[in-house]
């Protein structure tokens, strides 16, 4: 039986909830483990109206809906604790992918605030992590990230020396991407013009990699690291030598913007680099 209503829950998901189906029952007990001889009355509305027919197993939403909701409003209120956990831990169980539990983050770190979100990041990270899966390189540094590795980065591989994918991120506000290389891939020197505003931001994201402007020395780039590229300014940036690496890729809102694609990045100059 579950895992019929197992195979219910991913077709709901897959049909964007459109179609009601039978979904499993919530039966919910730790009000009555934890409080119950402390506080019988809140335990029994924990247990019976919230995780009961009143809310949780009303099937006007989805149990996987009712999870997105959940974990959205707890990342609101920046309750990053055990409880936040356990919702990811049912939403995981609901049907949430990966793939949804990083757009839903993605969104709620522009209302809910950065910090929360990178909270919120961390935990599911853990949740959705399981590396009896990965069985390349590149699925086991899928496992380091909560972003989605994406596609072959086909419409620009002729700039980049060795492999590299993209996974469009957002494309409202403030569109970015998240950008995978693997060992020893890195893009051309390449300038983003403007005549006002405009630039890049990247941040790091998992493993480690280089960033450099012309003229200057190179940075390295890990998780959390922040590069500002200013427009105008000529510059490169990839993985190390000998890790994968990821970074969003913020687009900065300017007038008359254009990327303009330049010589690659030789051996010589990249392997001064690894030493």
């Known amino acids: 039986m579950k895992k019929i209503i197992l195979v219910f829950t991913v077709m709901l998901t897959a049909f964007n909830h459109t179609t009601l189906m039978a979904q499993e029952k919530i039966k919910q007990t730790a009000g009555r483990t934890v409080l119950g001889d402390f506080a019988p009355k809140f335990a029994e509305l924990n247990d019976d109206v919230l995780f009961g027919e009143a809310v949780w197993n009303d099937s006007t939403l989805s149990l996987h809906d009712r999870s997105m909701v959940t974990i959205s409003i707890l990342l609101g209120k920046g309750l990053i604790d055990s409880s936040f956990r356990s919702h990811l831990e049912m939403g995981k169980r609901h049907g949430i992918t990966r793939r949804e539990i990083a757009a839903l983050l993605t969104q709620a770190a522009f209302y809910a605030g950065w910090p929360n979100a990178w909270a919120g990041f961390r935990v599911a990270k853990e949740v959705w992590a399981d590396p009896t899966d990965a069985t390349t390189e590149k699925e086991r540094f899928q ?72 003229g200057k020395p190179a940075q390295e780039i890990l998780p959390g690291t922040v590069i500002h590229i200013p427009a105008n300014v000529k510059h490169w940036h990839g993985a190390a030598s000998d890790s994968w690496f990821a970074h969003l890729a913020f687009e900065i809102p300017g007038e008359n913007t254009s990327n303009e694609w330049l010589e690659s990045v030789t051996d010589e100059e990249y392997d001064k680099l690894q030493k």
């Open 143 to 214: 496992q380091e990230m909560i972003f989605p590795i994406g596609e072959p980065n086909t419409a620009y591989a002729k700039y980049f020396q060795g492999e590299s994918y993209l996974a469009r991120i957002s494309d409202s506000q403030i569109p970015f991407s998240n950008v995978t290389f693997e060992p020893r891939c890195r893009n051309n020197w390449h300038i983003h013009k403007a005549t006002k505003g405009g630039g890049q931001m990247l941040v790091g994201v998992a493993g480690r990699g280089w960033y450099q402007e012309e």
